[in-house]
């Protein structure tokens, strides 16, 4: 099995109520959690990330779907471009909304670990490997 890739190996510096690194490892939590090879789904982060300066819940939110499918396809994220596309869009637009785009937002509204890692999953396409790959490195900064 392929090691693990760490938020400060992407050069995330993970600090308590820190908001902005906090969306940007749970951006590259969700893109390893597919079934996609981690330096694939790295090298997608940096892209839309990095290159694409898209590092905010708004920011994210207001690419187009097309825009995102061509972020994903330069990194050779081809497998789920157009599902992860819509799903990264669905998921700004939900974090935007919900929790005024701050991770810490929906820290603060859950009572404990188990129920912030509920409400990550509720995001569509977190499932329980995208919620392992964020908690490894954000819970010593969330709790």
Same mark, same amino acid.
């Given at each position: *099995? ?14 308590? +109520? ?13 893109? *390893? ?37 061509? *972020?994903?396809?330069? +990194? ?29 937002? *929906? ?31 954000? +819970?010593?900064?969330?709790?």
């Amino acid at each position: *099995m392929a090691k693990a890739i760490s938020a400060s190996e992407l050069g995330i510096d993970l600090k308590p +109520a820190d908001d902005a690194s906090l969306f940007k490892w749970f951006i590259a939590s969700f893109l *390893m959690g597919k079934r996609i090879q981690a330096p694939i789904a790295a090298q997608a982060y940096k892209v839309i990330v990095e290159e694409q300066g898209r590092d905010t819940p708004r920011k994210l939110q207001h690419c187009t779907s097309r825009e995102l499918v061509s *972020m994903l396809g330069r +990194a050779h994220y081809v497998r789920y471009d157009e599902s992860t596309a819509q799903r990264l869009l669905d998921l700004s637009a939900k974090l935007n909304a919900e929790y005024a785009g701050k991770i810490t937002h *929906m820290r603060s509204a859950s009572k404990d670990r188990q129920a912030f890692e509920k409400r990550l999953g509720e995001f569509d396409g977190v499932g329980p490997k995208t919620i392992e790959i964020f908690m490894r490195d954000a +819970a010593a900064v969330l709790f």
